[in-house]
């Protein structure tokens, strides 16, 4: 690039003081001496030529206007279409047929910062064809990595580069050897070879995973996902994707896994196959024309015969599951005054040995209209209402019908300093109960209507001073709820704990029953004035069950704050519980990034209340996530997730990451927990596996790289 400037720069020099120019229609050229003969251009002396396409610099050049033929003597250099930039001794170049030979040749590509030093280079339309070469993206005196290969050819319009006989030498040293090599020097969605994965287990052996990707059309592709582990199976995964609109998208991913008996019996693993299937659709403006008005469909099925179907896929982000896999199936119309809705959700609880017990809600169905004025200007009324049928092989099912119709009224007073506001909800539930195999027992169809009326109070305040604005609310209600009727068998209402056959079986219908209660609220905010960025963010409230006038039940009280500052933020949540007079929940977290460095650190805490407002377990973890960047190029980080209650770490790991311009080493050294489906004595038993992984990622940017993982199992964890 240095030698493009003084050559530019020379050329400009020499056009103003007395050198010789000629344009023609195809090539501009400017050197210290020309000499034209019989159409033939010889051109002597700090030449430079250039056109739309090329530009050209060297000691000598001679030019053939008719055949549109230049040779180029010493210190030739050579750029295409400002991408191909090429240095060599000798050049013989075709414009008309767009054919290049140059020896010896070094070949930079700019937009990949790939380059290669040859003993002969022949382009031919897009194709150049290298003898001998060394390639690197790293510096040219001393590359960190090279490849050397006998012969390669690199098409400059699909951006690929193939190399024959390649071997990888880190400085000087050769460290690997292949027949063929090829890979794309852009980032184009192609068909190719992904990174792969290998590595090693004590239990399982030597793991490979080698990912394809095959993108046919624009519109979708398919990545094959084969893996064997030498002594625990083999099998494969897919991903295919595929937008069959602007407004879609279908993904579907399954997969296969083989145990070998002998590991199957070792680890007393319940399956010897391991499947799934997994299908995510999401499409928009289905039957929607008007611009006002919008629909779609949401889909996300899963299926599994056990939870190792998860725990194979060699994915970072699957380290844990839920027992319990949810599918569900979403359709949603919504205009400006309606929104309707159609929902379904299945479940399979994997810690189970059969599904008939799980309860499913197929379908749920909602209709709302959205707040209208009724009569009076701020007399607000809206309707929403729902119908939901939880079905199961085994066991009581229930068909839910319910209509909620709130009205409310409110007004601003005292100049708008206040408001003042009243509200009416009237709920009417139904409970249709069937199928219960539980003793024998019948449950009596439900009927419950329930009205809440609700009177607020509260204000909106805001208040600019010379650097920042402050926004204060307080809002403060009074509920007092009444059954209207109830009918039949209703959890915690008309069957209750002293009735434990019905009550255990009903607790998966769970109706409240609801007491007169005063809330208040508080939310204040501090914003800098210059650009209303929040500082500080405080949330209050309490609840209060107003049954008796004399004795009052006060219930949690929630304390929220959190400050954003210009290295990060801190936050923190208080519960207290005031009728046991102890700190019921507390959380903590905190984000910092200084400098070369960033931290983050979390803290949650629960202990146990039981009661029929709020339960909690007895919850103690935190969680802590730290970098340094050590040099320019260099950067450690470590992070842990730790329970304090079972006193166990459920994820541990500490990496180094090494990011120069042209590779990248990734190492990480890693405690994890994943799930296991086990088979003892004819029973289920679902725990969980730690082990000791060493991952390691080297890139070679921009050709690729390669994954290792190094597995160690440690001991296993009953859940």
Not at 91 to 110: C, E, R, T
Not at 349 to 374: F, G, M, R
Request: contains cysteine.
């Amino acid at each position: 690039m240095h030698k493009i400037v003084v050559s530019l720069a020379l050329a400009s020099f020499l056009i103003q003081v007395n050198a010789q120019e000629l344009n023609t229609e195809k090539l501009q050229l400017v050197a210290k001496d020309v000499d034209t003969k019989n159409n033939i251009i010889t051109a002597t002396g700090d030449v430079v030529a250039y056109s739309p396409t090329y530009y050209l610099s060297s000691d000598k050049m001679i030019y053939d206007k008719d055949k549109e033929i230049l040779e180029l003597f010493d210190n030739v250099l050579i750029i295409k279409d400002n991408k191909i930039q090429t240095q060599s001794n000798y050049a013989f170049v075709d414009m008309k047929n767009d054919i290049i030979n140059q020896d010896p040749v070094f070949l930079m590509d700019n937009t990949s910062n790939i380059w290669s030093n040859s003993k002969e280079a022949n382009k031919d339309k897009d194709v150049i064809t290298l003898e001998n070469s060394i390639l690197s993206s790293c510096d040219c005196i001393d590359p960190i990595w090279s490849i050397r290969s006998s012969s390669s050819d690199y098409d400059t319009e699909a951006m690929w580069m193939n190399t024959y006989n390649p071997r990888l030498y880190v400085k000087n040293v050769p460290v690997f050897y292949l027949p063929y090599f090829g890979f794309p020097t852009d980032t184009t969605r192609r068909t190719g070879l992904l990174l792969p994965t290998m590595g090693y287990s004590s239990s399982e052996g030597f793991l490979y995973s080698q990912p394809i990707f095959i993108a046919p059309a624009d519109d979708y592709d398919i990545e094959l996902i084969p893996q064997i582990r030498t002594q625990r199976g083999y099998g494969s995964y897919a991903n295919f994707r595929y937008a069959d609109s602007p407004d879609s998208m279908l993904n579907v991913k399954t997969g296969y896994f083989k145990e070998f008996d002998n590991y199957r019996s070792k680890e007393q693993l319940e399956n010897s196959e391991h499947y799934g299937l997994d299908i995510d659709y999401e499409r928009k403006n289905i039957f929607a024309k008007n611009k006002e008005h919008q629909d779609g469909v949401f889909t996300s099925i899963r299926y599994l015969n056990d939870i190792e179907y998860i725990t194979l896929k060699e994915e970072d982000d699957n380290l844990w599951t839920d027992k319990k896999v949810e599918s569900k199936v979403n359709y949603f119309y919504n205009t400006p005054e309606y929104y309707g809705g159609v929902y379904g959700k299945y479940y399979v609880d994997a810690s189970q040995k059969t599904n008939d017990n799980t309860l499913q809600e197929l379908p749920q169905i909602q209709l709302h209209s959205y707040n209208k004025e009724l009569f009076l200007e701020n007399l607000i009324y809206s309707i929403d209402t729902k119908a939901q049928n939880f079905t199961r092989k085994e066991g009581l099912n229930a068909k839910i019908y319910d209509i909620n119709v709130p009205i409310s009224y409110t007004k601003n007073i005292l100049d708008d300093y206040m408001y003042l506001g009243v509200e009416n909800r009237t709920i009417l539930t139904q409970y249709d109960y069937s199928n219960s195999l539980y003793n024998n027992l019948r449950y009596e169809d439900g009927t419950l209507i329930q009205n809440r009326t609700s009177f607020i109070v509260g204000t909106d305040l805001l208040k600019p001073y010379s650097d920042y604005i402050h926004t204060l609310n307080l809002n403060a209600s009074y509920d007092i709820p009444e059954n209207l009727r109830k009918d039949g068998d209703l959890y915690n209402i008309t069957v209750k704990e002293n009735q434990p056959l019905k009550y255990d079986e009903l607790s998966v219908f769970p109706t409240l029953q609801e007491q007169k209660t005063i809330k208040l609220s508080l939310n204040q905010s501090i914003y800098d004035k210059d650009n209303l960025k929040q500082f500080i963010n405080h949330k209050m409230s309490q609840s209060i069950l107003y049954n008796s006038f004399d004795e009052p039940k006060f219930q949690d009280l929630d304390n929220y704050v959190k400050i954003n500052h210009d290295y990060g933020s801190l936050s923190g949540k208080v519960v207290y519980n005031m009728d046991d007079n102890k700190v019921v929940e507390g959380s903590f977290d905190n984000s910092l990034s200084y400098e070369n460095l960033t931290f983050s650190a979390g803290y949650y805490y629960t202990k146990k209340t039981n009661n029929e407002f709020n339960t909690r377990d007895d919850l103690e973890s935190y969680r802590l996530s730290t970098s340094y960047k050590l040099a320019k190029d260099y950067s450690i980080k470590y992070y842990e997730n730790y329970d304090l209650q079972e006193k166990t770490r459920n994820r541990q790991g500490i990496g180094l990451n090494i990011d120069d311009s042209c590779w990248n080493l990734d190492l990480l050294l890693e405690k994890e927990i994943t799930p296991r489906s086990r088979y003892v004595e004819s029973t289920r038993s679902y725990d969980s596996h730690e082990q000791t992984i060493v991952y390691a990622v080297l890139m070679l940017k921009p050709i690729g790289g390669i994954r290792q993982k190094y597995k160690v199992e440690d001991s296993d964890k009953k859940q």
